[in-house]
């Protein structure tokens, strides 16, 4: 059984950045393709980004630039850098490593 476990999430002025850490407690990790994702409310969960194991990352296209994903694999981490966060990046954030999830960190930006 894989075990995700989100942190970092919280209440940020506009403009402001957090960061996202996803412990996983997998053998795996270092093999896996990783993606965090979010879910608004009243909005269906949309991929923020992903990163395969040896570094490639891919975005939202709206979203490269102000986010960065990172991972490391000595500390089965995988991070989200989340930069000039806007009101409509408030949402729900998942960690993913399929078919698993994590339980999700809140992320509120008001302005």
């Known amino acids: 059984q894989v075990q995700l476990v989100e942190s970092g999430g919280g209440l940020v002025q506009a403009g402001g950045s957090l960061t996202l850490s996803c412990a996983a407690s997998?053998?795996?990790?270092?093999?896996?393709?990783m993606g965090w994702y979010r879910q608004a409310p009243g909005k269906e969960r949309e991929l923020v980004a992903r990163?395969?194991?040896?570094?490639?990352?891919n975005y939202a296209g709206s979203l490269e630039g102000r986010f960065t994903i990172s991972r490391d694999n000595a500390k089965k981490t995988m991070y989200l850098q989340m930069n000039s966060l806007k009101p409509e990046d408030t949402a729900v954030y998942y960690c993913?490593?399929?078919?698993?999830w994590g339980q999700g960190t809140q992320v509120t930006v008001y302005s």
């Open positions: 990163i395969n194991a040896v570094g490639g990352t």
């Open positions: 997998t053998s795996i990790f270092n093999l896996a393709t």
């Open positions: 993913n490593l399929a078919p698993y």
